[in-house]
C-alpha cells in the first residue's frame, strides 16, 4: 500500500515538476479558459446584464473546454519526449500509474480554477463565493469525474490518429452528467435564495459520479494501456 | 447451425414485421392520444432492443478488452452500430410522438438527455474505431463499457427524475388489448436484432480471416 501511494506520488511529482518549469499548460489553459468566458459571455449577456443562470453554465464549460485542452498537452508532453514508453515499463502498477496522472491534472485544474472561478464571479456578478464550502465541494467533485474519465481517454488516444478532436469526441458525451450536475448544483446557490438542500443533492450525485468513473477507469486502464 | 436458421428466421422476421402493423391498427386506441399513441409499439421496443444491444456491446468488449478474444471484438462493434441504428429509430419516432403528445419536438428532460446520450457515446465509438487508426479497437471497447454503463440512468432517469416522458411502470399495467401486439413488436424486434447482428459479426469475421490471408501472402 505505502509502496503504490509512494509510485502515485512519484508520477504526480514529475508532472508537477515538468510543469513547474515550463508552466507551459498553466499559462495556457488560463488564457483558454478566459477566451472560453469572453466568447460566452457574447452569448448570454443582453444589454450588459447576463441571463440568468449563465454565470453556472460559462463557468462549466469553461472548465470543461479547458480540461480537455489540459488533458491533450499533459499527454502530448509524453508523446513529445517520448516518455510514455518509459512510464510504461516503468515497475510500477498501471492503477498508479493512472492515478498519479490524474492527481497530476487535477492540480492544474484546481490552479485553473482558483484563477477562472472568481473571475467568473466578478463578470457575472454571480455570488459563487456566498456559500463557499459547498461551492468548493461542487468544484472538486465535478473536476474529479471529469479528469477521471478524462485521464483515462487522453492516456489511451496518445497513440491514435486524429487524436486531438476524438479527444472531445468522446470525452463530452461521457461527462456530460457531470457538467449537468456541475451547472445545476452551482445554479441553486446562485439563485437569490440559494437552495443549499439541492445543491447538496447535486454533490452527492457528483460524488456518485465520480465514483462510477474512476472504478471503470481504474479497471480499463491497464488492458487498455497494455500493447 | 447458424446459416442453415439464418434463412428461414429472416422470412419469419420479415413475415412478423409485415403482420405487426395489423395487430397494432386492432389494438384498442389509447383514450387520450388516439391514433398517436400507436408509434409506441415502435418506439418502445426498439428502445428496449436498443438496450440489449448496449448490453451486448459493453459485455462483448469487456470479454475483448479482459479475456482477450478477438471473436468478442466482432460481436462488439456489430453490437455498436445497431445500437446506434436502433437508437436512431428511438430518436425519431421519439420526437414524432412528442409533437403530438407535447406540442414540443424535444425537451430536455432527463430521460430524452440520458438516450441522447448514450446514443452519442456509442457514435463516438464508431468514430473511435474508424478514425483512431491501428489499436483503436482495444480504446474503443473501453468507451463501449461507459456506454453500457450508461443504460441504467437512461433507464431508471423517468423514475427518478420527474420528467414528461412516461415513467418504466406503463409496460407492466398495459391494457389488455395492447399487451399482444406490443409483445409481438418486441420479439419482432429482437429476432431482426439477433440476425442482424450474426451477419455483421460474420462480416466481421470474414474481414478479419481475409486479413490473415493477406498477411501470410506477404510473409511469403
Not at chain 1, 506520488?9 to 515550463?22: G, N, P, Q
Not at chain 1, 508552466?23 to 478566459?34: G, P, S, W
Not at chain 1, 498501471?94 to 485553473?112: E, F, N, Q
Not at chain 2, 428532460?109 to 478514425?131: E, P, Q
Request: with cysteine.
Amino acid at each position: 500500500m505505502r509502496r503504490f501511494a509512494r509510485a502515485v506520488w512519484v508520477v504526480t511529482r514529475k508532472d508537477l515538476l515538468v510543469e513547474a518549469r515550463t508552466k507551459e499548460i498553466l499559462y495556457t489553459t488560463v488564457f483558454f479558459a478566459l477566451a472560453c468566458v469572453l466568447v460566452f459571455a457574447f452569448g448570454f449577456v443582453r444589454d450588459g446584464q447576463a441571463l440568468p443562470d449563465a454565470a453556472a453554465g460559462i463557468l462549466w464549460i469553461a472548465i470543461a473546454f479547458s480540461g480537455t485542452l489540459a488533458l491533450g498537452r499533459a499527454f502530448e508532453r509524453e508523446r513529445q519526449g517520448e516518455t510514455l514508453r518509459a512510464l510504461l515499463i516503468a515497475p510500477i502498477d498501471r492503477p498508479a500509474l493512472y492515478l498519479g496522472k490524474l492527481l497530476g491534472i487535477l492540480i492544474v485544474l484546481a490552479a485553473v480554477e482558483t484563477l477562472v472561478v472568481p473571475l467568473v464571479a466578478l463578470m457575472f456578478q454571480a455570488a459563487l463565493f456566498d456559500h463557499a464550502l459547498l461551492m468548493i465541494g461542487l468544484l472538486v467533485a465535478g473536476t474529479v469525474g471529469f479528469a477521471a474519465v478524462g485521464t483515462l481517454f487522453a492516456a489511451m488516444l496518445v497513440r491514435a490518429r486524429s487524436r486531438d478532436v476524438l479527444l472531445p469526441v468522446l470525452l463530452y458525451p461521457i461527462t456530460v452528467p457531470v457538467i449537468i450536475a456541475g451547472v445545476r448544483g452551482t445554479a441553486a446557490l446562485l439563485q437569490p435564495e440559494a437552495d443549499q438542500p439541492m445543491a447538496r443533492a447535486w454533490i452527492a450525485m457528483l460524488i456518485f459520479f465520480d465514483v462510477v468513473f474512476i472504478t471503470l477507469a481504474l479497471w480499463t486502464f491497464e488492458p487498455v494501456m497494455t500493447e | 447451425m447458424v446459416k442453415k436458421l439464418f434463412a428461414p428466421l429472416t422470412i419469419i422476421a420479415a413475415m412478423m414485421f409485415a403482420y405487426a402493423p395489423f395487430m397494432i391498427l386492432d389494438a384498442p386506441y389509447e383514450s387520450t392520444m388516439g391514433l398517436i399513441q400507436k408509434i409506441f409499439y415502435f418506439h418502445v421496443a426498439s428502445a428496449m432492443t436498443m438496450f440489449l444491444s448496449a448490453f451486448v456491446a459493453g459485455i462483448a468488449s469487456a470479454a475483448f478488452l479482459f479475456g482477450r478474444k478477438p471473436a468478442a471484438d466482432r460481436y462488439a462493434v456489430a453490437a455498436a452500430e445497431l445500437t446506434v441504428v436502433l437508437g436512431g429509430i428511438v430518436l425519431v419516432t421519439g420526437p414524432l410522438w412528442a409533437r403530438k403528445a407535447w406540442g414540443v419536438w424535444w425537451q430536455w428532460d432527463a430521460r430524452l438527455t440520458s438516450t441522447l446520450v448514450m446514443w452519442l457515446i456509442f457514435n463516438a465509438y464508431l468514430l473511435l474505431r474508424k478514425y483512431g487508426g491501428p489499436g483503436s479497437d482495444r480504446l474503443a471497447a473501453a468507451v463501449a463499457l461507459f456506454g453500457m454503463a450508461n443504460v441504467p440512468f437512461v433507464y431508471w432517469s423517468v423514475n427518478v427524475w420527474r420528467t414528461v416522458h412516461p415513467r418504466t411502470t406503463v409496460i407492466p399495467t398495459l391494457q389488455a388489448g395492447m399487451r399482444g401486439p406490443f409483445w409481438f413488436a418486441v420479439a419482432s424486434f429482437v429476432l431482426l436484432y439477433t440476425l442482424l447482428l450474426s451477419v455483421r459479426a460474420a462480416l466481421e469475421h470474414r474481414r478479419a480471416e481475409l486479413d490473415e490471408l493477406y498477411l501470410a501472402v506477404e510473409g511469403d
